[in-house]
């Protein structure tokens, strides 16, 4: 199994990894290694694996050389990708999409193995790649539709680069999974394939988690990898404040401290009765636990990209299996899962919107409650990983391709 991110930030993988373990395959997993904090969890989560582990080191302080050659290699390749007005080479563009794409694909390529499975940005090519040189079939995880998820400056080239390397790599896969029904329907669209739907849920603990009752200020949670714009929390802080109620908002997750000083000061300039209250990153065995007890969990995906719009990400399946219902922008995913969740999600559209949602919310104390038994009991009936629509669609999707 192959990802381009650390174990702690490829929640996918690592619950795949297990799946596939607990069934009886010899499972290894390369992942890489650049971020401090990342690197301490992803040493935490493998105190308690037994499958096999390899990580491509390119942190600064403990593989300065590689990060060096790995980064100007990066700048290389997305250069040339720029300026290259024909088709660029499909080598270019894993390398440009990819820092570590040549140290991946050697480090999967370097023990015998009978499949190969991957997925995230960096490792679609790497994946294929190394299948390639161990001659064995390959199956790739589309978690994000990934040639059309840049918004940002120079976005086109790198979803045009995406693009070049989902047509080379898609059509000889084994297998595909993909992370909503709506990413897989958009592959399909674009490059007649099938992906199998796989949902980003988590196991449920064996214990429901406690209810405090639903008093006092309005508890509002939101986690990521990052914390920064663009993912609805701005919104939120407006929209608490034209509510003009008490509430608490914690985040969690690695602040851009740019970002983190914009919100703080919009917060005490638009919304001073609410609280902020910042956390660290956690691993992922933690998240369902540190979700748990709050009024409601934010989902703010802004449809600035398809991916966008079409992804159904950790965090609302991760606010369920803690029972916590789930706040949602009205994306076209989103409004699609709302319908199935029913009192365990509240939709909204735009500021306006969600103030007046905030403000129904703070003042119903037993609406609040009724949602959390609603989110709980979604979890326990279909959203959580031992499903069989869930890790069975996995494991079953391995027994096909290795029959």
Known sequence: MLTAGHLSTCPRMLKAADALHGAGYQVRVVSVNHT????????????????????????RTTARVTQITTGARLRAAWAFSRAARARVPFAIAARACGRAHAELVRAVAQAPADFVYGGSTGALAAVAESAARLRVPYGLDLEDFHSGEDAGPGGHVHDALMERIERAVLPAARFLTASSPLIARGYADKYGVRPVTIHNTFSLEAEPPESPPAKGPLRVYWFSQTLGPARGIEGLVHAFGRAAVTGELHLRG??????????????????????????????PAEMVRLARGFDA??????PRTLNRQWCLGNKIFTY?????????????????LARELGDAAFLYDGVNDLADLLRALAGDPERRCRARRAARQAAQDRWHWEHPLDRGALLEAFSRALA
């Open 36 to 59: 401090a904090w990342a690197t301490a969890a992803d040493r935490d989560i493998m105190s308690s694996r037994r499958w096999a582990w390899t990580a491509v080191d390119y942190a």
């Open 254 to 283: 690695r602040a851009v401290p740019s970002y983190l000083e914009f919100l703080q000061r919009l917060q005490r300039e638009i919304a001073p009765a609410l609280t902020l209250t910042l956390n660290e990153p956690a691993p």
């Open 297 to 302: 969990g934010l989902s703010g995906e802004e």
């Open 320 to 336: 369920l299996a803690a029972g916590v219902p789930v706040i949602m922008s009205r994306t076209p995913a989103q409004a699609a």
